[in-house]
């Protein structure tokens, strides 16, 4: 296997400016007309910590779901996603999409850090447990937030603040990446990437769906497969779908992906 041809979307799919550029055009599009928004809140101190959250319409009692951006924990912010949150608006599910610090200015373990400060923002203000989603490399942080030990942190918290997720072309055994290009920002031992890869950690329970595309390499298609069995959730590969147009039903209400996603969302209490 050659891991820099396996896990290197960029350039497996060459049209991938058009299809970024296109999605930072429908999230501008987006956060303009849609009326119940809360822009900028912030999660910690830093510019970066900050979380957008759209809600279906006025009030707080909502149930929430988490998105979190991919960009192998080295690119993008929220601010291309806004749009992603049609699809589960439309069930009565709020979406936050938080942004992060990114590498190799801070460590991976860092950026872990931070989604669990936007998840424990969330919980606060809101008083529910939250579905995590997320693509790519967040794929990856919504499984690591699955498997947070909540009660270590803090005895109040429920231990299973994040009891259901939907990662989306995720990362679950980082190992693999060391090989690559990719892995120089990320900066990672060997011991770290086993330690940060949800495949090897015990399974947290809860509902798990992961999803996948299925124009994608055969190195997503496992992990995705493999991690989905080692949890004992559920695995699905999108047709024709590669890694960066697996996201894209999210916009739409009436899509398979998104209906799952609110469905997921409304279950949790």
């Known amino acids: 296997m050659d891991a820099q041809v396996e896990y290197d979307n960029r350039a497996r799919v060459p049209e991938h400016p058009a299809i970024i550029a296109g999605w930072q055009r429908d999230a501008v599009a987006f956060r303009a007309q849609w009326p119940e928004a809360e822009l900028g809140l912030s ?140 892995a120089a920002a990320l900066r990672l031992t060997p011991e770290e990437a086993r330690r940060l890869s949800p495949r090897f950690l015990p399974p947290p329970g809860g509902a798990l769906h992961a999803v996948v595309g299925g124009a994608e390499s055969g190195e997503f298609r496992r992990q995705t497969r493999d991690f989905a069995a080692a949890w004992g959730g559920t695995s699905e590969e999108l047709p024709a779908r590669d890694h960066f147009t697996v996201i894209a039903p999210l916009a739409e209400p009436e899509s398979g992906l998104s209906r799952r996603l609110g469905a997921m969302a409304l279950a949790v209490r």
């Open 43 to 182: 999660y910690g101190p830093g510019e970066r910590e900050r979380l957008d959250l759209f809600r279906p319409g006025p009030g707080e009692d909502w149930p929430i779901a988490l998105f979190i951006h991919g960009g192998y924990w080295q690119s993008l912010d929220r601010g291309f996603f806004s749009h992603l949150a049609r699809g589960v608006l439309t069930q009565g599910v709020a979406l936050a999409i938080p942004s992060y610090d990114l590498c190799p200015q801070v460590t991976l373990s860092t950026i872990l850090e931070q989604m669990r400060a936007a998840a424990l923002l969330l919980h606060r203000r809101s008083g529910r447990r939250l579905l995590a989603s997320g693509h790519s490399a967040g794929g990856h942080l919504t499984a690591m937030l699955m498997a947070t030990d909540w009660r270590a942190r803090d005895p109040r918290l429920p231990p299973d603040l994040v009891p259901a997720g939907v990662p989306i072309s995720g990362v679950f055994e980082l190992e693999p990446l060391l090989p690559t290009t990719i």
